[in-house]
C-alpha cells in the first residue's frame, strides 16, 4: 500500500508541474489536469501525517498543508484565467520544498535523541 501512494504521490507533482507547462500550450486544458493533480497530491499529503513527536516536525507538515491549500488557491485562479496562480505556485513550492528538505532531517534528531 505504501508503494501505491508513493507512486501516485509521484505521479501527481509531474502532472501539477506539467500542467503548469501545458498553460502556455492548451490554456483551457491545464486547469482540470492541475485540478485532478492537486486533489491527488493533497489526499496523499493527507493520509501520510508526520510519524514523529516533535513540535519542529509537525509545523514542518503544516508548511505542507499550507503548501496543498496555495496549490488549490493556484487552480482556483488557474479556472479564473487570472495570472497569479503562477504566484502561488511559486510560493507554495517553496514551502513544500522547505518541509521536504528539513522533515528528514528532524526525523533523524528524533531517532538520535535518547
Avoid at 497530491?41 to 516536525?57: E, Q, V
Avoid at 484565467?81 to 520544498?97: P, T
Amino acid at each position: 500500500m505504501h508503494r501505491v501512494k508513493d507512486v501516485l504521490f509521484r505521479i501527481s507533482g509531474i502532472l501539477i508541474l506539467l500542467s503548469a507547462g501545458l498553460h502556455l500550450a492548451i490554456p483551457t486544458v491545464a486547469p482540470w489536469v492541475m485540478a485532478f493533480s492537486v486533489v491527488v497530491f493533497t489526499a496523499m499529503t493527507l493520509t501520510n501525517p508526520y510519524p514523529g513527536k516533535s513540535i519542529r516536525g509537525k509545523r514542518l507538515f503544516n508548511f505542507q498543508l499550507f503548501s496543498c491549500i496555495l496549490m488549490i488557491v493556484a487552480t482556483y485562479l488557474m479556472f479564473r484565467e487570472r495570472n497569479e496562480w503562477v504566484l502561488a505556485m511559486i510560493v507554495s513550492a517553496i514551502f513544500l520544498l522547505y518541509a521536504s528538505v528539513m522533515i528528514p532531517r528532524e526525523l533523524e534528531r528524533e531517532k538520535n535523541r535518547p
